[in-house]
């Protein structure tokens, strides 16, 4: 069952029925992509949003935390201030997606693709990094302490002022250099 709480602002008619119709079918992954879902409430980990189409989606301070957002594809979605904290995002696209200032908090991104993200300011303390591709990513400020980076590849990605106490398997690293575009 999924608890939708919606906002008086941010979403707008035809986002929340394109949202409806796709729940009906739940054999068919959700097509949401370009959706204006500022602010909306999605709770906890009975919303599946496996393999779904966020792609260029408005996700801007949207609560995800603990949902289950496996395959899903969020190229360029805004997840600007989101929540995102025990998510799981294990091969996630999320290629170009503005992740500035989001709560990844013990998120699960085992081999996301974050290539070219935008994580400035973004808390992932804690979450697993494993395989994730970081190329080319900004994460300036961000915070990973205690992350798991294990055979992640951070080639051309910035983290100045980046907190990495704690980082776990950093010795397995992938760094070569390459040209961001």
Not at 8 to 32: M, R, V, Y
Not at 59 to 64: E, G, I, K, M, R
Request: glycine residues 2%.
């Amino acid at each position: 069952m999924l608890s939708l709480s919606l906002p008086t602002w941010g979403a707008d008619q035809a986002d929340l029925q394109k949202f409806n119709l796709k729940q009906k079918d739940e054999s068919k992954p959700l097509d949401l992509s370009g959706a204006d879902l500022r602010n909306y409430k999605l709770q906890g980990s009975q919303v599946s949003f496996k393999n779904a189409n966020l792609s260029h989606a408005n996700l801007h301070n949207v609560d995800l935390s603990a949902v289950d957002l496996s395959l899903a594809d969020l190229t360029q979605a805004d997840l600007e201030n989101a929540n995102l904290s025990d998510t799981k995002l294990t091969h996630a696209n999320l290629q170009n997606a503005n992740l500035i200032s989001a709560n990844l908090e013990h998120a699960d991104l085992t081999h996301a693709n974050l290539n070219h993200a935008s994580l400035f300011s973004a808390n992932m303390s804690s979450a697993n990094l494993s395989f994730v591709d970081l190329t080319c990513a900004n994460l300036n400020d961000a915070n990973l302490m205690n992350a798991n980076v294990a055979h992640a590849n951070i080639s051309s990605a910035t983290f100045v002022n980046t907190l990495t106490t704690d980082i776990q398997n950093y010795e397995s690293v992938i760094d070569n250099k390459t040209a961001c575009e």
